[in-house]
DNA sequence: TTGAAAGCGCTAACAG
DNA sequence: CTGTTAGCGCTTTCAA
């Protein structure tokens, strides 16, 4: 055991291979110029030393940590899940390493958000349910760019990766009216979130304009204990409708096991469902929700691009990006094509 | 836009508050001794020029920069979002910074792992399907801690947070039999695990041990669709089993599926199913799984400790913390009180 | 091409 | 209690 715990730094490297620290330096960063025998030389060296770049110098010259706050919170929803994982992937790949910050519980979220710029991060994406605006002018104030992922946040100037809330209640509309539906519910939860409150509401405007009935359900939040809590208050409220969008999945996969289960409806002989943004548990064979599609991947790579396209130039004009919706229709509607 | 694009220093502050930089550190870090008046004339000026340490630069100095990598797989699966999620909370309340590494993908983990190390993280928790032995061996090296959850890695020193194998089997075993099964299978995935091979074995075991048959069936991996093979495999083999034990939530609800869905299959009464885990869908209506409980919340707060007290004592003997787990009777067996 | 030297921002040991 | 000083490990001009 004759190991030294002291992790080898460029002078160890440099010393073995009898160059100066600095040529270390341009050898493995690719980035002066070196000759060929120096390089070789100094690969050599590194590699018997086990030497290995220690970032935070790095990060501390140049000012750039390589680090990325990735801001998160209820991870354990399916969605969210996805979500931070198809962003920790992309961010990975291109060669930053992703801060995680889970924003739910009792720790409070400027707190740590200002921990992250205490690294000094490259970036942030932020996919949190509410991030307070302070934070995000603070973040400005410090040139760290921000991404807001399906975030409001009206009257920050952020970057922001976004579902087009329009054209996503229009399509749930269309999706149940070409299915047959003609008399509507919307589920809107009480406490409101930006694209599913904006969804719930453009879906039932688009009702009326059609000028036919929908009825508002009003659940406390928008996982699958509130659909459950949904269907009993769609009971309670004597509706007529034979079509509910649920604006969430697991809104929609509470609804429909309080429909099923506790009701014993038939869906969707009884009643159509659709919910809203494809999680895997959509698909199983039990529950086999018709939905909208949300590609958790394609917005992971747009946040990713509007950070670096940012870092590169501060001063850009914001931006935002669209994710790609689709219809996903499956057996809680009525065949598409026989309606 | 007077704003200054450069970020205060410490120097910054120390000039406002006329005192030397070294007595900012101390206000701010609360380390030395400060008078009074000086620690407020800092934290005044600190305030008002926005002044934030630069933990880098503070990592690069005591060699410590309060990050810890957080290793993990198949992130949008409930269990390991959960697994992540409670982690990553633990970390951040114990003033650490999770990064986190998704390993799956076509980046390979060796060198993700490696970028890690490159930033002197503080420790690495891994709860990932197959770290390579080796790059515990470099991080033992590099004298980084290493906390392995649910990971065999025999032969691989390291502090190990997991689940106690026998005992799963053997509770498994226990309920299925309490509830009235007498004629066992088993899911055994191809692919294996440490833990979910290791508990579907003793499970058998138990039962053979009990003169009772067992018929092991072998879906490809661990995952939903899985489930949906093994369901098929079961019809094929032409089982009598009564009652099936499933290893993991997943598998169960695929299992379940194809069952009813497609079998016509009825759930208990037929044939008895019991899962393991106790993620968040075993609980839906409409799946009412009974399972076995794996504390997950406990697991990480373990890990952390774990983690935290090798970084104390680098030398200290390795140490296998246990998981705890606890029955959870549902509906896809029969009333234990009434078998 | 290579070496020398100046920092990046912070902290801790040591004087005063 | 406060200022001085010496690094932590790396990169990057600037000369040679």
Request: hydrophobic residues 40%; positive net charge; glycine residues 8%.
């Given at each position: 055991?004759t190991?030294?715990?002291?992790?080898?730094?460029?002078?160890?490297?440099?010393?073995l291979a009898n160059?100066?620290?600095?040529?270390?330096?341009?050898?493995?960063s690719?980035?002066?110029?070196?000759?060929?025998e120096t390089?070789e030389?100094?690969?050599?060296a590194?590699?018997?030393?086990?030497?290995?770049?220690?970032?935070?110098?790095?990060?501390?010259?140049?000012?750039?940590?390589?680090?990325?706050g990735l801001?998160?919170?209820r991870?354990?929803?399916?969605y969210?899940?996805?979500?931070?994982?198809?962003?920790a992937?992309?961010l990975?790949?291109?060669g930053?390493?992703?801060?995680?910050?889970?924003?739910e519980?009792?720790?409070?979220?400027?707190?740590?958000?200002d921990?992250l710029l205490?690294?000094?991060?490259?970036?942030?994406?932020v996919?949190?349910?509410?991030?307070?605006?302070?934070i995000?002018?603070?973040?400005?104030?410090?040139?760290?760019?921000?991404?807001?992922?399906?975030r409001?946040l009206?009257?920050?100037?952020?970057?922001?990766?976004q579902?087009?809330?329009?054209?996503?209640?229009?399509?749930a509309?269309?999706?149940l009216?070409e299915?047959?539906?003609?008399?509507?519910a919307?589920?809107?939860p009480?406490e409101?979130?930006?694209?599913?409150?904006?969804?719930a509401?453009?879906?039932?405007?688009?009702?009326?304009?059609?000028?036919?009935?929908?009825?508002?359900?009003s659940?406390?939040?928008?996982?699958?204990?509130?659909?459950?809590?949904?269907?009993e208050?769609?009971?309670?409220?004597g509706?007529?409708?034979?079509?509910?969008?649920?604006t969430?999945d697991?809104?929609?996969l509470?609804?429909?096991?309080?429909?099923?289960?506790?009701?014993?409806?038939?869906?969707?002989?009884d009643?159509?469902?659709?919910?809203?943004?494809d999680?895997?548990q959509?698909g199983?064979l039990?529950?086999d929700?018709?939905?909208?599609?949300?590609d958790?991947?394609a917005?992971a790579?747009?946040?990713?691009?509007l950070?670096?396209?940012?870092?590169?130039?501060i001063?850009r004009?914001?931006?935002?990006?669209t994710?790609?919706i689709?219809?996903v229709?499956?057996g809680?509607?009525?065949?598409?094509?026989?309606?």
């Open positions: 055991m190991e030294k715990k002291k992790k080898p730094t460029s002078f160890d490297v440099a010393k160059v100066h620290r600095s040529a270390v330096s341009r050898a493995l690719g980035k002066g110029r070196v000759s060929e390089r030389r100094v690969m050599k590194a590699q018997e030393l086990g030497y290995r770049v220690n970032y935070l110098a790095r990060g501390l010259h140049d000012q750039n940590s390589g680090l990325v801001v998160a919170s991870l354990d929803t399916p969210r899940a996805l979500q931070v994982k198809v962003a992937r992309e990975l790949a291109q930053y390493c992703p801060i995680l910050i889970v924003a519980g009792d720790m409070t979220l400027p707190g740590l958000i921990r205490n690294y000094n991060v490259a970036g942030m994406i996919t949190s349910d509410s991030p307070p605006a302070e995000i002018d603070e973040c400005k104030r410090l040139a760290v760019p921000v991404v807001l992922v399906n409001d009206r009257g920050t100037e952020a970057d922001r990766v579902l087009d809330i329009q054209a996503s209640g229009q399509l509309f269309e999706m009216y299915a047959g539906g003609r008399r509507f919307v589920l809107e009480k409101q979130t930006y694209t599913v409150t904006g969804r509401r453009v879906f039932a405007d688009c009702c009326r304009a059609a000028g036919l009935p929908v009825t508002v359900i659940p406390q939040r928008q996982n699958y204990p509130d659909g459950l809590e949904a269907a208050l769609f009971q309670d409220s509706s007529e409708a034979d079509a509910v969008f649920c969430t697991l809104l929609a509470g609804f429909l096991d309080g429909l099923r289960v506790r009701q014993g409806c038939r869906i969707p002989e009643l159509q469902i659709l919910g809203y943004d999680i895997e959509a199983w039990g529950n929700l018709s939905t909208i599609r949300q958790a991947g917005a790579v747009l946040a990713v691009e950070m670096q396209a940012r870092i590169e130039d001063d004009p914001f931006e935002v990006a994710i790609p689709a219809p229709w499956r809680t509607t009525r065949k598409k094509d026989a309606p």
